[in-house]
């Protein structure tokens, strides 16, 4: 069973905007933390932001500013937006949700994520 389902990446020009979105089952959409990975090739696996169930929001400080993580309740979805995008911001995107742990953006807390989407690809070009 399909848990999450993310949508809304593709190719613009340095100072354009992407959203993100993240359909989820239910039972995933009410994790303790759900958030926004990515990870461009080479690289290692990084967070851009997440949110708990009780509403406290983090970025990644490259992110901050530009990008804005959000829920819609009523639709079980998770929503990147994202703006004044840069070429560094280039890489897969992953939607994943932690049942029952806090997921931040620090080094290495995707490793508590139960649930990932399958990405979508966002890349940005100068």
């Known amino acids: 069973q399909v848990q999450l389902v993310e949508s809304g990446g593709g190719s613009v020009q340095a100072g354009g905007s992407l959203r993100l979105s993240c359909a989820a089952s239910?039972?995933?959409?009410?994790?303790?933390?759900m958030g926004w990975f990515r990870q461009a090739p080479g690289k290692e696996r990084e967070g851009v932001a997440t949110?708990?169930?009780?509403?406290?929001?983090s970025y990644a400080d490259s992110v901050k500013g530009r990008f804005t993580i959000s829920k819609d309740n009523a639709k079980n979805t998770l929503y990147l937006q994202m703006n004044s995008l840069k070429p560094e911001d280039t890489a897969m995107y992953y939607c994943?949700?932690?049942?029952?742990?806090?997921?931040?953006?620090?080094?290495?807390?995707?490793?508590?994520?139960?649930?990932w989407g399958q990405g979508t690809q966002v890349t940005v070009s100068s």
């Open positions: 239910a039972y995933t959409y009410n994790s303790r933390s």
């Open positions: 949110i708990y169930s009780d509403g406290v929001i």
């Open positions: 994943a949700a932690a049942r029952g742990s806090w997921m931040n953006v620090s080094r290495g807390s995707w490793r508590r994520a139960d649930f």
